[in-house]
């Protein structure tokens, strides 16, 4: 192909595209109004106080009780139940004039209930100022809340909650299947990795670095900007909800997903750009993404007392380098056997995003019942504004429209199969399985609008078919078809 040729297409490829960039883009300013006209209308709705159910805490003139919970803290599986034990002591007559009612309260009753009300018999302390007695709790959805007790017809006929409280953690129950999903997970993560060291060409790709225009854009958006974005999406959509936020924050900090150098042929995009950034991506994983999470993401970590995994991320790092050395050293010393390996390269990879998401959905349909509109904001916000952004820095640097295409696919896929893999396996239970929701929400939404994409550039091109012929001339295509193959 000569570069008049080269050029044409070009130019017709970047008529095709630019439709589909502006259009996310309207989309997501509207979504944007409509988050602010829901923050708005919160802001109009009187707040029902703070955690514990809609009962202001009064710092002074509080009954001088003394609370105790056997035990101090609980923990239980979803759909069970279990008693816990409450001693109310220093109760005086002058206390109980108005005849208060006191009762035991969770703060979140979607994590956790009383069923039997949790009303504490005031009759029966009356002569003794002592409550001893049992309630039970039940486990009804993943989460953490607390218990405390209320005083309703206090002085003035207030309503007041005790500081003492309990904190309660409600699980999912660990089934084999769960074992198998995380141990396949890693099997899986393993093996592309091993494919991916027997596919890196590391001709190609100082060949790129001479230059490497490209490549540092794509480093910039993929580790600085996605980072910050899923930072500042995650406040702005989920501001009381530390685990969502710490889903989206993983999410933006995993390198790009394996699929990207998929929907870079599919869409007509530089290939070998694609492979180049995928494999700077990749390495640089190994060192960004534990300096985001112990640093920016920290914050996050701090807010919901939550710890950071430091040992298990470290170890998450450090055991992908072991696959991706095994690679190299099949392309060093068996290279027959790295060309099977890089053949199967990407379906592996389409697989282990199916296998991922699919199984994550299917073994965890609970998840659905977290999904909310923020969730599918979130989803959708952090892939589609990644395609914008790259799309435009990179056409901001007067780059080919082939090689803006591959920046911009780049940047918006995240391996979001990374992302559940790590926080699956670092983080401690409810916390795991509430964060993962975020990445599984992002995986389903990145496709639609590459898909979009794809199908306007094939109406066009028939249209264009139609009227003038083919846009590109098959020998040419063949040709470019033909150079791609020798490059993978």
């Known amino acids: 192909m000569n570069w008049k040729q080269e050029f044409t297409r070009q130019e017709q490829t970047a008529h095709h595209v630019m439709a589909c960039p502006l259009l996310s883009f309207v989309v997501f300013v509207a979504v944007l109004a409509l988050q602010l006209a829901a923050l708005c209308k919160a802001a109009l709705v009187t707040n029902p106080g703070p955690l514990t ?68 018999p005031v009759v029966e302390i009356k002569q003794s100022g002592v409550f001893d007695g049992a309630f039970n709790v039940s486990g009804v959805f993943l989460g953490s809340t607390t ?36 141990a396949s997970v890693a099997v899986l993560v393993s093996i592309l990795y091993i494919n991916f060291g027997a596919a890196l060409d590391l001709p190609t ?26 930072y500042g999406l995650g406040h702005l959509l989920f501001p009381d ?81 072991v696959p991706l050395g095994i690679g190299l050293l099949i392309q060093r010393f068996r290279p027959r056997i790295a060309r099977v390996l890089v053949r199967i390269l990407k379906p592996m990879a389409a697989i282990l995003i199916l296998f991922i998401v699919i199984f994550a959905v299917v073994t965890n349909l609970y998840l659905f019942e977290l999904f909310s509109w923020q969730i599918i904001v979130a989803g959708l916000g952090l892939p589609w504004i990644g395609y914008i952004f790259g799309y435009l820095a990179s056409k901001g640097a007067r780059l080919p429209t082939a090689d803006s295409l591959a920046i911009s696919v ?21 916390e795991a399985d509430l964060t993962t929701v975020v990445p599984v929400s992002a995986a389903i939404m990145t496709p639609f609008p590459l898909m979009a994409l794809y199908l306007i550039l094939k109406l066009r091109e028939r249209c264009a078919l139609r009227e003038h012929g083919p846009l590109i001339p098959k020998d040419v295509s063949q040709q470019q078809v033909l150079a791609n193959d020798e490059t993978t």
């Open 53 to 120: 159910g809609g009962t202001a805490k009064q710092d002074d003139d509080l009954p001088a009780w003394h609370i105790s919970y056997s035990p101090a803290s609980l923990q239980l599986h979803m759909n069970t139940v279990q008693t816990l034990g409450l001693r109310i002591e220093g109760i005086t007559a002058s206390d109980l004039a108005n005849d208060p009612t006191i009762q035991l309260r969770s703060g979140r009753d979607h994590v956790a209930t009383l069923p039997g009300g949790g009303f504490v």
């Open 147 to 182: 218990l405390f007790v209320e005083v309703r017809g206090w002085k003035n006929n207030r309503s007041v909650s005790l500081p003492e409280e309990l904190p309660v953690t409600v699980i999912r129950e660990e089934r084999v299947i769960d074992k198998v999903f995380t």
């Open 205 to 230: 790709l100082k060949a790129i670095m001479v230059r490497p225009i490209g490549p540092v854009i794509g480093f910039l958006a993929q580790f600085l900007f996605m980072p910050l974005l899923s």
């Open 241 to 321: 909800s530390y685990e969502l936020q710490l889903g989206l924050f993983f999410t933006g900090v995993s390198p790009a997903g394996g699929a990207s150098n998929i929907w870079t042929v599919v869409l007509g995009g530089n290939l070998n750009l694609s492979l180049a950034m995928t494999t700077i991506s990749t390495l640089a994983a190994f060192g960004m993404m534990p300096l985001w999470i112990f640093t920016l993401g920290r914050n996050i970590f701090d807010k919901g007392n939550l710890g950071v995994p430091y040992r298990n991320i470290a170890t998450f790092a450090i055991g992908l380098v």
């Open 410 to 430: 780049e940047t918006g896929i995240q391996n979001t199969g990374i992302a559940i893999f790590l926080l699956r396996f670092s983080l401690p239970q409810p």
